[in-house]
């Protein structure tokens, strides 16, 4: 393995793509070379702010750029399949904003691009490589908590109405399952696998996105996970793992860094603080630049299986809510 500096390039300039250009200029070996947006203005200012080489007022150009070796995808959900395979097959490696596209279908293709062009592609679940969420799964394979029963989540917070914003934008993807609710489902899939049984309920706003999603997963043996995100309240935001020995919570917000607390039966509770000096997109991108130092096509821990399955649990939630897409 080397350790040759990587030089990214963002597209989309909006929201995330600022937070995670915050943590990329920490990361020892990556270097921020280009930012792409559609308006020049916007790119100018925002390599000026990063120290980025080159601002383009395209995508393209920017997929085009033999000067850089991976790009972040930050346009929304929609436009994740069209810049993901722009970018693989100007021979670039990917990491893809969450969710990694609209539907299975969207990311079969994408998967199967990336395998024929043997480039590596990755869905940004920045979670799984968060130190809490690392110890999280550690805790749970140590099998300190027995026999885990029941797992909640919840993820809800009341943004202001906005149809053209993208968080509503049923065009672009808009709702609360596939911006938010994808964040429970991920915690009960990497805990607890894929369930045997769905159902779910949603609400919904005038456009027909979703607003609020209750969902809940049955495994064999009895556990189930009890998941929820909704546009329409602020909830608490965290995860509980029940087990026959104890309780594992990870505190609000449970998908960014954050506290986690341990309570074993007859044993005093033990609290892990995981205080971080980054927004958290750090970890994700230090994988990323490990796995293209060693030239891996794939990821071993946010693997295709596992991007696949957390779509296909998307889906089934979708079906079950009568939630569709014009592309689905
Ligand atoms: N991992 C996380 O913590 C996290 C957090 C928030 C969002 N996300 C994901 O990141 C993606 C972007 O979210 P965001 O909150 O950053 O969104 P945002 O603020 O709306 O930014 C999206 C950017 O996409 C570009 N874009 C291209 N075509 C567009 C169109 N037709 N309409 C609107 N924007 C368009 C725009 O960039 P230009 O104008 O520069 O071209 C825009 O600024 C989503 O898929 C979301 O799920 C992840």
């Known amino acids: 393995m080397t350790d040759k500096t990587i030089n990214w390039g963002i ?162 993807g808009g709702g609360s399952l596939l911006d938010i609710g994808i964040y429970p489902i991920f915690a009960a899939l990497s805990i607890l696998g894929m369930p045997e049984k769905i159902s779910a309920k949603g609400k919904f706003f005038n456009n027909g996105a979703d607003s609020e999603c209750y969902i809940l997963f049955n495994y064999n043996n009895g556990i189930t996970a009890e998941l929820n995100s909704t546009f329409l309240e602020e909830t608490p935001t965290e995860a509980i793992i029940a087990g026959t020995k104890g309780v594992l919570k990870l505190h609000s917000r449970f998908h960014a860094p954050t506290t986690l607390s341990l309570s074993l039966t007859g044993k005093p509770k033990q609290v892990f603080n995981f205080e971080v000096p980054y927004n958290g997109y750090f970890y994700e991108i230090v994988h990323f630049n ?31 809510i009568g939630l569709v897409y014009k592309r689905t």
């Open 290 to 320: 490990s796995l293209l130092n060693s030239e891996k096509t794939e990821s071993d821990v946010m693997s295709f299986e596992m991007s696949r399955n957390l779509m296909t649990l998307l889906d089934l939630v979708k079906n079950e």
């Open 11 to 172: 597209i989309g300039l909006g929201k995330i793509a600022h937070k995670f250009a915050e943590d990329l200029v920490k990361v020892p070996n990556a270097k921020l070379y280009a930012v792409a947006s559609r308006s020049s203005i916007k790119s100018k200012e925002f390599a000026a702010r990063f120290n980025a080489e080159i601002a383009y007022d395209n995508y393209e150009d920017l997929a085009n750029d033999t000067n850089i070796n991976a790009i972040y995808i930050a346009t929304p959900h929609s436009f994740h399949l069209e810049h993901t395979l722009l970018c693989l097959n100007s021979g670039k490696a990917v990491l893809c904003e969450k969710p990694l596209a609209l539907n299975s279908a969207e990311v079969e293709k994408m998967i199967s691009i990336a395998t024929s062009n043997q480039i590596l592609l990755m869905e940004a679940l920045w979670t799984y490589f968060l130190p809490h969420y690392q110890k999280t799964l550690e805790i749970i394979e140590s099998g300190v908590l027995g026999e885990i029963t029941n797992l909640k989540a919840d993820f809800g917070f009341k943004p202001v109405y906005d149809e053209s914003s993208r968080v509503f934008n049923k065009a672009l």
